[in-house]
Nanobody, 122 residues
Framework: QVQLVESGGDLVQTGDSLRLSCAASGVEIERYAVGWFRQVPGKAREGVACLSSMDGSTYYAHSVKGRFTISRDNAKSMVYLQMNNLKSDDTAVYYC???????????????WGQGTQVTVSR
């Protein structure tokens, strides 16, 4: 059974840093593209950062480019999202996802975690 479990969400202040972790089980994570998405109430889930399985190519949303970094440790079956210089607009539930190809389109990813809350106070 494929499972993704996020952790690391917290309440932080503007300008702080936070690292989210995603533990994968039941899947050879190195074979899949992975992504971090986020969602706030009343809005669609948006792609934040994605990382391919093949050539290391990445996608970052314009709003996080230069502040967020996605990475993976295939040996540990882990995916990370390093978030620096956090802003109040980054407040959301963050989800980890795995899929066949890198894409900012959430429909491409069949496997999702349960989400972890990140709250950035002013």
């Amino acid at each position: 059974q494929v499972q993704l479990v996020e952790s690391g969400g917290d309440l932080v202040q503007t300008g702080d840093s936070l690292r989210l972790s995603c533990a994968a089980s039941g899947v050879e994570i190195e074979r899949y593209a992975v992504g971090w998405f986020r969602q706030v109430p009343g809005k669609a889930r948006e792609g934040v950062a994605c990382l391919s399985s093949m050539d290391g190519s990445t996608y970052y949303a314009h709003s996080v480019k230069g502040r967020f970094t996605i990475s993976r440790d295939n040996a540990k079956s882990m995916v990370y999202l390093q978030m620096n210089n956090l802003k109040s607009d980054d407040t959301a539930v963050y989800y980890c996802a795995a899929g066949p190809t890198i894409s900012r389109n959430r429909a491409v990813y069949p496997t999702w975690g349960q989400g972890t809350q990140v709250t950035v106070s002013r």
